[in-house]
């Protein structure tokens, strides 16, 4: 129930024009839902989405070369999804966040999930980077940074697949931040 309600949230706050970045896009299941909000995606990842679509930009290129080479362009929201947890943490913190403050426009919208430990079963190779709920906010919700609008906030653990079918037990870390400066 949780994912659902972390999904709504930020679902809720798109509207038509919107441009999205989907981190770590995969297949494409969030692209699609953004799409059908009337968004324009640009969609990152090494394996991303094959579908067609006139409002998806496909770069397939690791995120860490996409932030070193995407210049200019500016987004409504960033989404990154079970993705942070496989970079590194400092180059998240370090690159990744100051990136997206630079490209996320006034008003726009970070929307991260992201794991606070490793599944139970744990995975044949464990995460590069676990988050915390405390991690997360104090990095993007305190005095120096421009996230100062928590629109939603959860630490929580679930039942679910993995992408190979297994069932797991995930330990979830969910922010969704709007950007006020």
Not at 43 to 70: N, R, T, Y
Not at 158 to 163: A, C, T
Request: aromatic share 14%.
């Amino acid at each position: 129930m949780e994912i659902q309600n972390f999904t709504n949230t930020f679902l809720d706050g798109i509207e038509p024009g919107n441009k999205v970045l989907d981190l770590g896009a995969g297949e494409g299941k969030f692209a699609q839902m953004f799409l059908d909000c009337g968004a324009t995606v640009t969609a990152v990842d090494m394996k991303p989405p094959a579908f067609q679509d006139p409002a998806l930009i496909v770069k397939k290129i690791k995120i860490e070369d996409f932030c070193a080479s995407e210049e200019g362009e500016q987004y409504d929201l960033v989404f990154a999804r079970n993705v942070i947890q496989f970079l590194d943490k400092s180059w998240v913190y370090e690159t990744l966040f100051s990136w997206i403050d630079k490209h996320l426009v006034k008003g726009g919208i970070i929307a991260i999930e992201t794991f606070y430990q490793d599944p139970e079963p744990a995975f044949a190779h464990p995460m590069r980077s676990l988050w915390t709920l405390p991690e997360l906010t104090s990095f993007l919700m305190n005095e120096t940074q421009l996230y100062a609008k928590e629109l939603y906030a959860k630490q929580f653990d679930h039942i679910g697949f993995d992408m190979s079918g297994q069932t797991r037990k995930f330990f979830v870390t969910s922010l969704i931040a709007q950007k006020i400066n």
